[in-house]
């Protein structure tokens, strides 16, 4: 038990610490000057295009959610369901370890509106996935269109990857729909802790809202980055698309928190050609925009939600709220 609590900060210590130095290596000529004067030069029209691909982005991190429910026939408000999932991606985008991190913040929120542990446990893990199935889905159609956007990585990614990779991705995703209107029967595990759960394979009113919102989220947050960066250089949307779906996977696999140096290090390694300045400051930009300002608001929030949670316990308050209802 012991070894697991602290696992995975072990692991994202050391991330961070092999990155600082890969990235220390990549940027040995970089000041602070040329950072500042690089922040400088964004215009103000892309600064407020950042901030409104920031908005779209945590807008469709809010369906993420609301699919899960769907999927679990399960209603709740929609503006709790908002605030929940802001709330939950705002901690764990920061924090790290977004699978813990996130679980301890949905069980907290949704077990007020009276959903059972193994319910809750099914939400987090169809959040997950339509992540995964959303990066997957959008890594096969930029490998159809920009194979060669792997290449920019050199050595950093073993694995070799074509356009016939991307068709065999996009199949994929197709057979998953398919089996979706095949309705297949629910399969049944029986967990010690949980009692039995019924895994039911997403109907297709579930499925298709997956392959909408979890790429409209990934698209609202490359664009953070893409119209932070200048037009010198600069390979594209579809590109930065490509090398933020790589770096941004990676950030989450490390278990650092906010991806911090990892995000920083596949950037420049994927944006070679364009000024490491320009480069860093657009991954400022970013994590103002998508991690700093909501993790502030997250703050906000659950201070507000665990006082009123507190106060609603709190027997003397109860007692005042039974003498005013007596007549």
Known sequence: MTFKKYLWPVVGGLTIALSAWLLYKELRGLSLDDLWVSLAAIPKTHWCLAAGSSLVAYWALAGYDRIALMHLGRKIDWLFITVCSFTTYALSHNIGASVVSGAVVRYRAYSTRGMTPAEIGVLIAMCSFTFILGTLMLIGIILVIEPEVIERFGDLIPVEASAAMGYVLLVLIGLYVVASFMKLKPLTLRLAKFGSVNIVYPAPRVVLPQLLIAPIELIGAAGIIYFALPEAGNPGYMIVLGIFLVS??????????????????VFVMG?????????????????????????IMALVVIFVFERSQFRRNDPLDMQRAKQQEEP
């Open 271 to 295: 944006l070679p050609d364009m000024n490491p300045a320009d480069v860093i400051a657009a991954l400022l930009v970013f994590r103002l925009f998508y991690l700093i300002i909501p993790f």
């Open 248 to 265: 941004f996977s990676a950030a989450l696999l490390s278990h650092a928190p906010g991806g911090l140096g990892v995000l920083e290090l």
